[in-house]
Nanobody, 118 residues
Framework: QVQLVESGGGLVQAGGSLRLSCAAS????????MAWFRQPPGKEREFVGQ????????YYADSVKGRFTISRDNAKNTAYLQMNSLKPEDTALYYC???????????WGQGTQVTVST
């Protein structure tokens, strides 16, 4: 079973940047893909992006494409979400999740809050 812990959230002004981290333990980190999701206040959780086990392929939701970058460091068992040019609509609780070979999201972190002010 994978355990995930997000960190790095906070309050930032519009146009600013933040980098979120997701520390993993419990299973060989390089054996699975990682994904990021977010849940804005009063809304459903939505997909942000995903990265393959070796970092070779990433893909993103249209709403963050060109502004957010997902990466991973398998030696540190950590995935990252670099967020640039932040907008107030990026305000949300951000979660990381591990992805099985079947494409299921089988473990989730507790989330880290990102608030973007105008």
């Amino acid at each position: 079973q994978v355990q995930l812990v997000e960190s790095g959230g906070g309050l930032v002004q519009a146009g600013g940047s933040l980098r979120l981290s997701c520390a993993a333990s419990g299973r060989t980190f390089s054996s699975y893909a990682m994904a990021w999701f977010r849940q804005p206040p009063g809304k459903e959780r939505e997909f942000v992006g995903q990265i393959r086990w070796n970092g070779g392929i990433t893909y993103y939701a249209d709403s963050v494409k060109g502004r957010f970058t997902i990466s991973r460091d398998n030696a540190k068992n950590t995935a990252y979400l670099q967020m640039n040019s932040l907008k107030p609509e990026d305000t949300a609780l951000y979660y990381c999740a591990s992805v099985t070979m079947q494409g299921k999201y089988d473990a989730w972190g507790q989330g880290t809050q990102v608030t973007v002010s105008t």
